[in-house]
């Protein structure tokens, strides 16, 4: 009998659904601005939550495509940016049971001219101006990164002033992809230095960089000084067959000194988003889709109450026929549901055309990801049914006594 009570009673929720719409729909242009302001609060969470992640998932493309096991870096940078320690622990970690090879990597920041600028006359020269680009180096010889299109051009990494160009940069640092295709080499400055780009390959622009270039070690030394390679940004680890990372950490850890951190690509990734969450950037956008949510809450209130207030003769005949304040709540609830519903599809398709226009306009690389989906959604439902359960308290003041009157 428990299954058939189930099913009556979930089929008596359905029943009420018509009630809540009916209840809705009879003031449309209430219903339409419902559904806009529900919308809009959207469109604001969406957009604040897009850029979040653009920025979280900025600071992981450059661990996320290394190459290693283990990594190492200064126990008291809060970035992979910040990190800076002494060469001489690699030789160290070295000569550690279960380590196979140590390779440094340089991490640092310089400016790009655009290549069209170099043309400009003397005048126009000194008003040049430059976008900020990351700087990657390395040894050649000892390749860091599993980017196949990277470690298929390790050579000409080796060409004095030779760099590898990111196609995904942004256009305000030139056209480079397109002068590349018909020139075959690109020249421009770097850091004050005249530099080559002989190959391209695909990364991504962040908030904090325009672009990336990877260069050899011997380039980087020539451009910043051979001091700057006594310097490691993080330290690529590769393991023997079999070793287990946990253990050759471990062994890393009591072996070398306390200024270094030893950390799997899981806790590298994760340390760069731990670090991206304290930034002011990162708490603006989360104030700002926390506002959105609040707002969202205050529209659907709004409506929800305005019609029970209007209702409440109706409500109060209904308790006097016998129905409990749980039965009409339930309806209440379903008010809220079906606006969060119908302000959804409008607010994603105009989210997903904001996010379009960022990405090929704005050039700020926000996908319309199935998580961001999801946690707006969720968090749209929650918006929603606050909204009806504080509405519920105007609908417990319905006293049947009040039709007599």
Same mark, same amino acid.
């Given at each position: =009998? ?6 009556r009673k979930?089929?008596?929720?359905f029943?009420r ?7 809705l729909s ?15 609060s ?6 604040q939550l897009?850029?979040?992640? =653009?920025?979280?998932d900025?600071?992981?493309l ?14 008291y940078?809060d970035n992979i940016r910040?990190?800076?320690?002494p ?12 380590v196979?090879?140590v390779? &440094?990597?340089y991490?640092?920041f310089?400016?790009? *001219? %655009?290549?069209?600028l170099?043309?400009?006359?003397? #005048? ?5 101006k430059?976008?900020?680009?990351q ?7 000892k390749?860091v990164? +599993?980017i196949?299109? *990277?470690?298929?051009q390790?050579d000409l990494?080796?060409v004095?002033?030779g760099?590898?160009? /990111? +196609?995904l940069?942004?256009s305000?640092m030139?056209?480079?992809p ?14 004050n230095r005249?530099?080559?780009?002989m ?5 991504g622009s ?6 990336v270039a990877? =260069?050899? /070690? ?8 051979? #001091?700057k390679?006594k310097?490691?940004s993080i ?7 079999g070793?287990? &990372?946990?253990e050759v950490a ?6 070398l000194?306390k ?17 991206v ?5 990162g ?5 700002g889709a ?9 529209? *659907? ?5 305005t019609d029970?207030?209007e ?11 016998g129905?409990? /304040?749980r /039965?009409?709540?339930?309806v ?5 549901l079906?606006?969060?519903?119908m302000g959804?599809? &409008?607010?994603?398709?105009?989210s997903?055309?904001?996010?379009y226009l960022?990405t090929?306009f704005?050039e700020?690389?926000?996908? =319309?990801?199935p ?15 606050i909204s009806g359960?504080i509405?519920?308290k ?7 006594? %009040?039709?007599f009157?």
């Amino acid at each position: =009998m428990k299954p058939i009570y189930q099913f009556r009673k979930i089929n008596s929720y359905f029943r009420r659904t018509p009630v809540a719409w009916l209840q809705l729909s009879h003031q449309k242009i209430r219903l339409l601005v419902a559904v806009l302001g529900v919308a809009f609060s959207i469109i604001l969470i969406f957009t604040q939550l897009g850029l979040r992640a =653009m920025l979280f998932d900025g600071v992981n493309l450059l661990p996320e495509n290394l190459n290693g096991e283990l990594y190492l870096i200064s126990s008291y940078a809060d970035n992979i940016r910040a990190s800076s320690f002494p060469g001489i622990y690699l030789y160290q970690t070295d000569a550690i049971k279960g380590v196979a090879d140590v390779k &440094p990597l340089y991490v640092g920041f310089g400016r790009w *001219v %655009d290549p069209k600028l170099l043309k400009s006359t003397a #005048e126009e020269k000194a008003n040049i101006k430059s976008s900020s680009i990351q700087i990657i180096a390395f040894n050649p010889n000892k390749p860091v990164f +599993r980017i196949p299109e *990277v470690n298929q051009q390790l050579d000409l990494l080796s060409v004095p002033g030779g760099i590898l160009y /990111d +196609r995904l940069a942004k256009s305000e640092m030139g056209n480079i992809p397109q002068l590349f295709a018909s020139q075959g080499q690109v020249s421009s400055i770097l850091s004050n230095r005249r530099v080559t780009v002989m190959g391209l390959f695909s990364l991504g622009s962040t908030f904090y960089y325009d672009g990336v270039a990877l =260069m050899s /070690d011997w380039n980087y030394g020539q451009m910043e000084g051979s #001091e700057k390679l006594k310097e490691i940004s993080i330290g690529v680890i590769s393991l023997e067959p079999g070793a287990n &990372p946990q253990e050759v950490a471990k062994r890393i850890k009591q072996n070398l000194n306390k200024d270094l951190k030893v950390l799997t690509q899981a806790e590298l990734v994760q340390a760069e988003r731990d670090d991206v969450a304290t930034w002011s950037e990162g708490k603006v956008l989360n104030f700002g889709a926390m506002i959105g949510f609040i707002v969202g809450i205050i529209i *659907v209130y709004q409506v929800i109450y305005t019609d029970v207030s209007e209702h409440l003769p109706e409500y109060a005949t209904l308790k006097a026929m016998g129905y409990k /304040d749980r /039965d009409l709540s339930l309806v209440v609830l379903q008010e809220s549901l079906i606006l969060a519903m119908m302000g959804f599809i &409008p607010g994603y398709l105009a989210s997903y055309g904001i996010y379009y226009l960022m990405t090929n306009f704005i050039e700020l690389p926000v996908s =319309m990801n199935p998580g961001i989906a999801l946690q707006v959604f969720a968090l749209n439902i929650i918006m929603c049914t606050i909204s009806g359960a504080i509405a519920i308290k105007k609908l417990r003041t319905a006293d049947p006594a %009040d039709i007599f009157y």
